[in-house]
């Protein structure tokens, strides 16, 4: 018995809990100007509140999204966000019965994976959820960069509703080629990047090339004191750049690299293998201020993940799973090549679902997950075959903040 029940809010519950979240990130109530914005991003069915005596004590909300995963197929996903627990009822069990609810949930309702931004380290590995994509932030000295190379298409501002419309298209049709990667919920755009442009001076360009448009950036600059030894300096921030190929991606951060008075560009997080630095006549112009954990994974249809990706030729290994939230993806997987199957064998590594979620997009071997104690070997053998199994050619990353 619990001094405290969860259930899914309707939207005149909304606010409340939005403001509950907000403050247990000692924020006030969000200002009706940006409540506009993140209204939307309440879908009916997707939050949950818990209560004690009447009072709404804790809350956690998802976006309906899909995930790219290995060998290019897209899953259903839920993004999962706004978990807060108010601090005078925290430590108390509250946010493990808003998870055990809401990861039912999302697997009845047939969402294979959730993912989320952890605040803290500590909080989601008990819940399933396992750090599964990295991501840097970076610092280019503008006045040392001098890159190699000039663009070689053509890069044009592109204001307002028209440049989020080619921005949004472009993203969705490029953003997939990536595992790791999710789709964005229409609300996100309005909060990332409509409310943000009503503030402050966003700017979007479109790079095209041969085949017409192929690449956009996002970006702002706060102006500092330009030439100033002491001064602040003046910053362009990196918020969003999505390329079809090297060509348009080299393309886009000329562009950003190349306008003047400018100096210092920094990013927002960008994946572990973007080869930024080898752009640029002095590749120490670029720093890296920043290397952190992006996305922590849930799968929670262990056995529907496991078939989406595909995996590298290997001979098969035997994976057994535990999940101490979702009971129902315990058991033996066989892993080949060709695809997986539920089986009775006896396994020959055992690891927890939060562990699977790390290597499942092939951010981390199996073999350092051995290392570092973090799954059961059973045959060390197995090993170098999951390994080779599950190895990819390219860093996962998700490259959305929500
Ligand atoms: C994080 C938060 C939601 C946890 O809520 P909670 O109701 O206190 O969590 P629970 O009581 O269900 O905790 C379950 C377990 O996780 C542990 N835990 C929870 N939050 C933790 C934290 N921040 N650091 C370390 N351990 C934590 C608890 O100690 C408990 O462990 P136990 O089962 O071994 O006793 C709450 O502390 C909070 O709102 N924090 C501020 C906002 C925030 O960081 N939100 C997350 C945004 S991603």
Redesign the pocket.
Known sequence: MTDHDVRVLDDSQYRTAHTLFRG??HHPPAPDDQWKFAQESYVPGCTWGAFADGEMI?TVQSFPSSLAVPGGAVVPHAAVSR???RAD????????ALQRAQLRELRSRGDVAAS?????T??YG?YGYGIATRYRFLRIDRREAAPRTRPVGRVRFVEGEAGERIARGLFEELSPQRAGTISRWPAWWGLSIRRVAAEENLRIAVRSGGSGDDGYVVFKVVPGDHGSADGPPTRLSVMDLWARDAEAWADLWLFVLGIDLVDEVVTLGRPLDEPLEWLLGDRRACRVVDHADEAWLRLLDVPAALSARTYRSSEPVVLGVRDAYLPENAGSYRVTADGVTRVDDAPELVLDVDVLASAYLGDVSFSTLAATRRLDVVDPAALARADALFAVSEVPWCGTYF
Request: aromatic share 4%.
């Open positions: 247990t990130l804790g978990v807060g627990v009822w925290t430590r108390r069990g509250v946010l493990s989320l931004r952890a605040s803290e500590a909080i008990r």
